[in-house]
């Protein structure tokens, strides 16, 4: 099947160097801030561009995931070669888990996209990106970039 879109997320991670290392990713309580474009191919009537940004454990055990938040960011008519683009500003609750890949456990943080068009299979995209340990302000050594 050939693909009828082009999609791309551009995320705008903060990073912080400490010691001389660069850490590059959201704190628990931050600001998620990014850009969703997507480019179709085709003119293209969609029910709905859907957004949803969650994480999912996995490893040993039983794995499980949490969307905390799924909504629409378009609907209608896509034009040929006519970009959307939608400016993704979101807050992470302070009590989330931070990105680990681990022997027996893996969290990992994604932005999905899925495309509801219709007579086609819905599409799904994920984007991954890292959430840190909070950062304390207070050390000399540490600089936001």
Known sequence: MAKKYELEVNFALPQHIIRGMT?????PGGMLEGEIILTPFEEVNCRGVWL???YREGGNGTPYEDRLLETMICKG???ANESFSHHLLYQ???NVPISYTGDYVKIEWYIRIRIDIPFWFDTREEFPFRVIPRILRSRNE???I
Do not use: A, M, N, S
């Open 92 to 94: 992470l609750p302070d």
């Open 23 to 27: 850490l590059e990713g959201v704190q």
């Open 52 to 54: 949803e940004i969650g």
């Open 77 to 79: 008519r896509l034009h």
């Open 142 to 144: 540490i600089d936001t």
